[in-house]
Structure formats: C-alpha cells, structure tokens
C-alpha cells in the first residue's frame, strides 16, 4: 500500500525552494502549512488560505507548538483570491480539496472557486516550481471536482507544463493527485 502523503511531499520537496514562497491554498488543520513552512525555511514566506475561523485557529496553534519560524501569513478568504495577496513568483502550491477533518463537512472546495484558484495559481507559478492538488472522490462533490481538473489540466501546453497524475486504479474512492509543473 502506498503512503500518498509520503509520496506527494517527496515530489513536492524537489521543487520546493530554501528561501522561496509557497501557498498553502487550503490550510485546514495546518499540516501542509507546516510542511511548506519547514522546506522553505526561515527566510522563505508561507500565505495560507481558508474559509473557516476554525482552519485558522488550529493552523496557528500547530505552527506555534511545533516552532515554526514565523514565514507564515494565515489568511481567511477563499483561495480564488489569491492574486489580491500574493504577487509571486511562487516555487510551491498545495491544494488539499475537501472538507476539514472533524468538522462541517457542508463547508468544502467546490467547482467553481476551486477552478479560479488553480488558474490563479498557474499564474504565479515560476519556472521549475509545482502545485500538488489533492482530490478526494469518495464525496460527490470530490468526484465532481477531480473530474474538471482532469478536463482542465489536460489542456496545458506541455512545453509550458509538465501535469501527471498519480492514482491507485483498483480503489476508486481513494485520494488521488495532481503535480503540475513549470517546465524550467
Ligand atoms: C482537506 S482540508 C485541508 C487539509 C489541510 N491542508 C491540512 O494539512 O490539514 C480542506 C480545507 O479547505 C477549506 N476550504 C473550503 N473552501 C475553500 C476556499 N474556497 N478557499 C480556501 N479554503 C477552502 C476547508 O475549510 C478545509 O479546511
């Protein structure tokens, strides 16, 4: 059995760069935030977006437990804003789609923002740098979405990107996930 989160940070580690800024698009429990905050390291910036007061409280609490240095900006608005806070370039993006373990799953990722935020996020990407987006089809919104990023990532020009996708084909309802990177 693989370790999908093992997996998606040792691909995500070879892009990530000392000193460079990352955004966390979905911060939730604050786990890819940490991540993120360690591989770019104490002169590197770390923007983290969510909706929910909650995914904030808990994030800080995580960073400060665990001596983070403080290269982290927590943001409460939804990630399809992210151009009105962060001008890039950045080397790394994590999308973690879904709902907050542990609490209202109603309040999840959908369609729309989530396709403005992947766009978004394109844009800022630099050369050689990587979004890892995470989609969970064991929900039907989930589905739904892991189904658009298919339509829309296949329609990168590979010489501007390089997009695979890493998915265990005999368990339909498991995550499965997306690399899209800046080709150098
Ligand atoms: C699966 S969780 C993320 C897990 C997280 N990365 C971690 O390491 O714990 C998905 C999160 O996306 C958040 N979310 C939902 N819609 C959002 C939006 N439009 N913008 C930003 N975050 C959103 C949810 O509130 C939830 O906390």
């Known amino acids: 059995m693989f370790n999908l989160n093992k997996l998606q940070k040792t691909i995500l580690a070879e892009h990530v760069r000392h000193g460079g800024t990352a955004v966390d698009f979905t911060m939730g429990n604050g786990h890819d935030t940490r991540w993120l905050s360690d591989a770019v390291g104490p002169t590197g910036h770390v923007y983290a977006f969510d909706v929910q007061p909650?995914?904030?409280?808990?994030?800080?609490?995580?960073?400060?437990?665990?001596?983070?240095?403080?290269?982290?900006?927590?943001?409460?608005?939804?990630?399809?804003?992210?151009?009105d806070y962060v001008t890039g370039p950045i080397c790394a993006g994590v999308f973690n789609l879904g709902y907050l373990p542990g609490s209202n799953k109603q309040v999840t990722t959908m369609r729309p923002s989530t396709l403005k935020a992947v766009r978004a996020a394109v844009q800022l990407l630099d050369r050689g740098g990587m979004l890892l987006i995470v989609a969970y089809p064991g929900h039907p919104e989930g589905k739904d979405e892991g189904l658009m990023l298919d339509e829309e990532l296949a329609k990168y020009d590979r010489k501007q990107f390089t997009v695979s996708k890493f998915r265990i084909i005999n368990s339909p309802t498991a995550p499965y996930f997306f690399c899209v990177v800046k080709n150098p």
């Open 54 to 83: 909650l995914a904030l409280e808990r994030t800080r609490a995580l960073l400060q437990s665990s001596g983070c240095a403080p290269n982290y900006t927590l943001i409460l608005d939804s990630h399809e804003n992210v151009l």
